[in-house]
C-alpha cells in the first residue's frame, strides 16, 4: 500500500479483550456462572499457581509456575510467582512477597496488582515436585 505525501497513516486503537469468563466452583467441581474483572483475575491466579508449567500440552509454554526439583527456596519462589503471574497482561504487579515453610509446604503471601485494583493472595503449595 502506497501513503500519499503528506497522509497521516490510520493508528490502529488498542483494545484490551474482555476477562469475562466462566466462574469454577472448586468446592463442587463444576462451572457456575461467569465472572469479569478483578474476580477473574483472582481465580486466574489460583489456576496459573496450581497448573505446573510445561506439563500439559494444553498451556502455552507462557502458562503455569514453574519450580525446581529442589523445592525452591524464597527468592526462586518469588520468581516462579512472578514469571506465572505476569504473563497475564491484567496483572501489572507483584508486591509484599512473603513466604513460611512448614516441613514440605510452603505458604506465600502477596499482594495481586491489576487493572481492576488489587487482591491479597495467600496460597498453599506443596514445596517439593
Known sequence: MI?????????????????RTYRLDLDNNRIA??????????????????TERFAYFIYSANYGMERGTSGGAG????????????ADDRITGIEG????????????????????GSTQIERRLSSGV
Not at 505525501?5 to 488498542?14: L, Y
Not at 527468592?75 to 505476569?86: C, F, I, S, T
Request: no cysteine; glycine share 6%.
Open 97 to 116: 512477597f512473603r513466604m513460611t515453610t512448614s516441613g514440605d509446604e510452603v505458604e506465600l503471601r502477596f499482594t495481586v496488582v491489576s487493572i481492576y
Open 3 to 19: 501513503i500519499p505525501p503528506g497522509a497521516v497513516p490510520e493508528q490502529a486503537e488498542e483494545r484490551r479483550l474482555p476477562s
Open 33 to 50: 456462572g461467569m465472572i469479569d474483572g478483578l474476580d477473574a483475575v483472582r481465580q486466574a491466579v489460583y489456576m496459573a499457581l496450581s
Open 75 to 86: 527468592l526462586e519462589w518469588e520468581r516462579w510467582v512472578k514469571e506465572a503471574l505476569l
